[in-house]
């Protein structure tokens, strides 16, 4: 059973009252600690698919509070081995104050965690460009031989997963610092793929009738499905906590391997062809954002206050309308093109 310890230092508050607030959760253990300051330092041992619900009641309870502050662990290990909580039986109606949490039960993650791991793999620094290059660099490799196993090989690298589902979490969480930092980072990503696979093009003459070529640069239903299916499986492996890595490994191959080659065609003269390899990619991105955005609606992922709620709403379903409309758009001019 996966757990999460609870740290929280609340100012002037008994445990009397922390205890009222959280006495309906399924807490494993609970110590306290007054301090002669009036600190109330509070541990909590939870199964980690109800630490959301707990996080959401303290920081809505003692957010505004000075000097509050909560710190989730994981928890690697608990000895004695803690029993699971007794499942209470369901109520017929359940109280619209638990609507929140009950929405997320989808989701075992809690939000604020949820936030941190994704938010950290959307960062565009050296090391996220390094390894966008060095995936960039081994796909070229398995491209141009029309060897599968490379390819997978660059995929497992997966660097761009996270930039993708942190755009979507940003749109359903009407976030727009974490939107622009993801942005910042997949356009980096992509200047970086562009511009080794347009200097490998130039060097190594690429031919569009080269074995394997001919099926990555025309899309067609099989890609997009795929491309749906890798959003949604980046999306649970985060909510889940599921090996992202791994997961990442179906993201990368809707989106490494066209953009690749369209730089590989690109260098090498080859411009229709490297057109149709973009708007492949393309059309691959906008389907695993729109299907990670569906998707973490789906589980529950929503701001913790009611304003922030309707906001969030409002920005996701702008985001769904821009994205299917930039999809027809985009399937028109594939359709275009091939005719």
Same mark, same amino acid.
């Given at each position: 059973?996966?757990?999460?310890?609870?740290?929280?230092?609340?100012?002037?508050?008994?445990?009397?009252?922390?205890?009222?607030?959280?006495?309906?959760?399924?807490?494993?253990?609970?110590?306290?600690?007054?301090?002669?300051?009036?600190?109330?330092?509070?541990?909590?041992?939870?199964?980690?698919?109800?630490?959301?619900?707990?996080? &959401?009641?303290?920081?809505?309870?003692?957010?505004?509070?000075?000097?509050?502050?909560?710190?989730?662990?994981? *928890?690697?290990?608990?000895?004695?081995?803690?029993?699971?909580?007794?499942?209470?039986?369901?109520?017929?109606?359940?109280?619209?104050? &638990?609507?929140?949490?009950?929405?997320?039960?989808?989701?075992?993650?809690?939000?604020?965690?949820?936030?941190?791991?994704?938010?950290?793999?959307?960062?565009?620094?050296?090391?996220?460009?390094?390894?966008?290059?060095?995936?960039?660099?081994?796909?070229?490799?398995?491209?141009?031989?029309?060897?599968?196993?490379?390819?997978?090989?660059?995929?497992?690298?997966?660097?761009?997963?996270?930039?993708?589902?942190?755009?979507?979490?940003?749109?359903?969480?009407? &976030?727009?610092?974490?939107?622009?930092?993801?942005?910042?980072?997949?356009?980096?990503?992509?200047?970086?793929?562009?511009?080794?696979?347009?200097?490998?093009?130039?060097?190594?003459? *690429?031919?569009?009738?080269?074995?394997?070529?001919?099926?990555?640069?025309? *899309?067609?239903?099989?890609?997009?499905?795929?491309?749906?299916?890798?959003?949604?499986?980046?999306?649970?492996?985060?909510?889940?906590?599921?090996?992202?890595?791994?997961?990442? *490994?179906?993201?990368?191959?809707?989106?490494?391997?066209?953009?690749?080659?369209?730089?590989?065609?690109?260098?090498?003269?080859?411009?229709?062809?490297?057109?149709?390899?973009?708007?492949?990619?393309?059309?691959?991105?906008?389907?695993?954002?729109?299907?990670?955005?569906?998707?973490?609606?789906?589980?529950?992922?929503?701001?913790?206050?009611?304003?922030?709620?309707?906001?969030?709403?409002?920005?996701?379903?702008?985001?769904?309308?821009?994205?299917?409309?930039?999809?027809?758009?985009?399937?028109?001019?594939?359709?275009?093109?091939?005719?």
């Amino acid at each position: 059973m996966a757990l999460r310890l609870i740290e929280a230092y609340i100012p002037q508050v008994s445990w009397e009252t922390v205890e009222g607030i959280v006495a309906e959760k399924p807490l494993l253990s609970a110590w306290h600690e007054e301090s002669d300051n009036g600190y109330l330092h509070l541990r909590i041992l939870i199964p980690y698919e109800e630490s959301s619900p707990v996080l &959401d009641l303290l920081e809505q309870r003692f957010s505004h509070v000075e000097g509050f502050q909560m710190i989730v662990l994981p *928890v690697e290990a608990s000895i004695p081995r803690p029993e699971a909580p007794e499942e209470k039986p369901p109520e017929e109606e359940p109280a619209a104050s &638990d609507a929140a949490a009950q929405a997320e039960a989808g989701a075992k993650v809690a939000r604020e965690e949820l936030y941190e791991d994704i938010a950290e793999t959307a960062k565009p620094c050296r090391t996220y460009l390094l390894m966008v290059a060095l995936s960039a660099i081994v796909a070229g490799i398995g491209i141009l031989r029309n060897n599968t196993a490379i390819i997978v090989g660059a995929m497992v690298i997966a660097p761009l997963l996270g930039p993708n589902v942190a755009l979507a979490l940003a749109t359903t969480l009407a &976030d727009g610092t974490l939107a622009r930092r993801a942005l910042k980072a997949l356009g980096e990503g992509i200047l970086v793929v562009l511009l080794i696979s347009v200097l490998w093009g130039l060097v190594m003459k *690429v031919d569009p009738a080269m074995p394997g070529m001919p099926e990555r640069i025309q *899309v067609g239903p099989g890609d997009s499905a795929l491309a749906l299916a890798s959003g949604c499986a980046g999306v649970l492996a985060f909510t889940t906590g599921a090996p992202a890595t791994l997961v990442g *490994v179906m993201v990368a191959v809707a989106l490494l391997p066209p953009l690749v080659t369209s730089g590989l065609l690109l260098g090498s003269g080859h411009w229709t062809a490297a057109q149709g390899a973009l708007l492949v990619f393309l059309t691959n991105v906008i389907c695993v954002n729109l299907s990670g955005i569906v998707t973490f609606l789906f589980q529950g992922v929503r701001p913790l206050t009611w304003w922030e709620t309707q906001k969030a709403r409002r920005a996701t379903r702008i985001a769904i309308a821009i994205w299917v409309l930039l999809l027809l758009a985009l399937s028109g001019m594939i359709l275009l093109s091939q005719n």
